[in-house]
């Protein structure tokens, strides 16, 4: 399971490499969305090794280029002030872990693994808006 997700996960590193200079919002919706159909094909049929393993698969995918997207967003967004917006992206991912592993125990203790799916796609449909709405101002036009 491990080397799937970490197979995808380096394709996707290759994918956001080659094209994160002229489509970064595309591609930034689109790790979203397939994050959300691996979450969904888990929350559907997880009980189901192949469609785990596919769903790791799409999930490595998604994942392997989230953190260049994001500070490759947060870079241009920022300016001259990357710096101090690098440093807030660190603090904010970190907090990001540490209130996932919160709430992940709280709703596995009281729910069961039956709620990640649904909590997952809660978060990624959250996602998916910031992200269209943030059209011009958090993903600005390449210049030149």
Do not use: C
């Amino acid at each position: 399971m491990l080397l799937v997700f970490g197979v995808t996960s380096l394709l996707g590193i290759w994918i956001i490499g080659v094209l994160i200079d002229r489509h970064l919002r595309v591609l930034t919706l689109a790790s979203t969305a397939l994050f959300g159909l691996s979450a969904l094909m888990l929350g559907v049929a997880g009980e189901a090794p192949a469609v785990v393993y596919v769903a790791a698969a799409v999930w490595g995918l998604a994942f392997g280029g989230a953190a260049t997207l994001f500070q490759t967003a947060i870079a241009k967004t920022a300016g001259k002030a990357a710096d101090v917006a690098q440093s807030m992206l660190v603090t904010a991912w970190n907090m990001a872990i540490a209130g996932g592993g919160i709430i992940g125990g709280m709703l596995l203790h009281r729910l069961g693994v039956a709620a990640f799916p649904p909590a997952m796609l809660v978060l990624l449909a959250a996602t998916l808006v910031v992200v269209w709405v943030a059209r011009y101002g958090g993903f600005p036009a390449p210049r030149g």
